[in-house]
T-cell receptor, first 110, second 116 residues
Framework: LAKTTQPISMDSYEGQEVNITCSHN???????ITWYQQFPSQGPRFIIQ???TKVTNEVASLFIPADRKSSTLSLPRVSLSDTAVYYC???????????FGTGTRLQVFP | GAVVSQHPSWVICKSGTSVKIECRSL??????MFWYRQFPKQSLMLMAT?????????EQGVEKDKFLINHASLTLSTLTVTSAHPEDSSFYIC????????????FGPGTRLTVL
């Protein structure tokens, strides 16, 4: 299972775009890249998933370069409610167990 | 989307007692469920993989006799913390995948266990 590396924490202000980068140098050919969000005392919640290039949904964008050794989660115009821990994981989720890294603690200030 | 529930949401027990935590997939069937433990300010740590109709697979360092897992049906897995001690106090979270081409793990809301 690929190990991921993320910044421990990030600060931002409301209305700004936040980009969180994750390194996964040993990603396997069949692995997907998935980002989860976790609020205190809650289970993680799926944000976005991708395999290559760019994926966008209603809450975020995921940028994956051609070598797939890293990925960037982009949160447009963050609000206070986006304060949470964001985890980047790689794997094949219909079969794989998930190994969580440290995650990135995002703090959004007014 | 698929929903995973856990019961109870929190529990307080005395040291030495056993506590059972349920994880249910409400609108899908799951042959595999996962159990995690999370201490304050730390990441989720995978404890075991629960397999319907067979024995669970435990991660290294997790005592199988301490954390009993039963996956008796396609919608229910239970984690029993036997002879709980204060160091077992933690946030326990389960997850499941609906399969059928769905590549997302769905997580339960978690269970806060406090052992006095």
């Amino acid at each position: 299972l690929a190990k991921t590396t993320q910044p421990i924490s990030m600060d931002s202000y409301e209305g700004q775009e936040v980009n969180i980068t994750c390194s996964h140098n040993n990603i396997a050919t069949n692995d997907y890249i998935t980002w989860y969000q976790q609020f205190p005392s809650q289970g993680p919640r799926f944000i976005i998933q991708g395999y290559k290039t760019k994926v966008t949904n209603e809450v975020a964008s995921l940028f994956i370069p051609a070598d797939r050794k890293s990925s960037t989660l982009s949160l447009p115009r963050v609000s206070l409610s986006d304060t949470a821990v964001y985890y980047c994981l790689v794997g094949i989720y219909n079969t794989d167990k998930l190994i969580f890294g440290t995650g990135t603690r995002l703090q959004v200030f007014p | 989307g698929a929903v995973v529930s856990q019961h109870p949401s929190w529990v307080i027990c005395k040291s030495g007692t056993s506590v059972k935590i349920e994880c249910r997939s409400l609108d899908f069937q799951a042959t595999t469920m996962f159990w995690y433990r999370q201490f304050p300010k730390q990441s989720l740590m995978l404890m075991a993989t629960s397999n319907e109709g067979s024995k669970a697979t435990y991660e290294q360092g997790v005592e199988k006799d301490k954390f009993l897992i039963n996956h008796a049906s396609l919608t229910l897995s239970t984690l029993t913390v036997t002879s709980a001690h204060p160091e077992d106090s933690s946030f326990y979270i389960c997850s499941a995948n609906p399969g059928l081409g769905n590549n997302e793990q769905f997580f339960g809301p978690g269970t806060r266990l406090t052992v006095l």
